[in-house]
């Protein structure tokens, strides 16, 4: 058959939008809608788990978590950084069930959003930092110092069993746990190793009737449901013939010049023990209400770390290397003056040392599965979210 080159051409047109047309539907998820900046909203129908996620992760976090009632809160802290976050919603699927939760590929630039390959995207799942499913089953990651316990906490819990990174606990939790019970043996069942950067990782487990504590303590998974629900980034376990144990406190716990009574035990390089005990002075706010849990976590955004008049001074955000929280105060005077000045400049291209800041306040209802959420330490808006 001939056909002339304009009817060749028109339809090879035709081709190529067909094509695209195939190429985007076939994408099993839907493109970035931008929510504010920093944020953007995706839905998943389907995405390709990766349990070696987080090995090529270098940076650090801190984070604060508290659950009371049917409330789940947790802040995400990171860097200073030009770096979107992502709402993800995952469907159901045979073995997997629905989930809504916040991720973000820390090397995406928020100006390069609209150019992230597929890849990138399709692998938003694997780097979820907390979330809920479809069961009412509420999960996040914090860090917790792994040189306190020389490191161990990031190499084995399981050995033999399945192996899955620290990062990927979160996801892998979403996608499988009928309950927070349910979730812990699964996790018993799996090989868990790594953390993030130098630090380990934690995870504050919940469902509507229990709250589990989960941490990798001497080469076992340990999960406790008698804490405080409050997870900051300390050990909340500790194993009695360790290095870890001969720093039990004897009576209350010296803390940069301040001691903090009926604590858990503190390692030497023990992070948010001020967010902590602010978080129990005031548990009772997060029972009642979404909005009153948000003001519960706004309590403890990561900024007021750079603020002279914080009272008590959160000493213990700068407890690394040679600084513990058995120093006084003025031995941390050079670093917090470094960070101060730092903060002042609120430029999110300094790097890798900017300051940090609260990226999002989350707020998940265990009863209702739904999403409260701030970002970027903005609580005048919020932004409100439903699984089902």
Known sequence: MNISKKAFNVLLAVLIVASLTVTAQAAPFTAPKKLADYLYYMEFTDYVPDLATGENIKMGF???????????????????????????KVAAKEGRYASIGIAAVLTLKSSTVDKASEAELLAMPNLTFDGINENGVAINCNVAPAIDLDFATKLSTNYGKPRIHAVSVVRYVLDHA???????????????????????????????????????????????????????????????????????????QK????????????TPHACGVERYAILKEHYAEGKESADGMAHLMERVKYTQTYEANTNPFWYTEFAEEALTIANTPMDFQAIIQQKMDTYKLHDRDIQPNNFWQTWHTAVYDLANKTLRLNVQEDYSKHYDFKLN
Not at 206 to 222: M, N, P, Q, V
């Open 62 to 88: 801190a984070c604060s978590a508290v659950r009371n009632g049917n409330f789940y809160g947790r802040n995400l802290d990171l860097d200073y950084a030009d770096v979107p976050e992502f709402v993800i």
């Open 178 to 252: 009928k309950s927070a019970a349910h979730g812990v043996e699964l996790l018993k069942n799996m090989d868990i190793y790594g953390g993030y950067g130098s630090w380990g990782l934690h995870w504050m487990l919940s469902d509507a009737k229990e709250t589990y504590i989960i941490e990798c303590i001497d080469g076992e998974l340990i999960a406790r449901n008698d804490t405080d629900n409050i997870m900051t980034n300390f050990y909340v376990n500790y194993a009695p013939k360790t290095a870890y144990a001969k720093h039990v406190a004897q009576t209350g």
């Open 255 to 266: 803390v940069a010049g301040k001691v903090y009574e009926g604590f858990p035990v503190l």
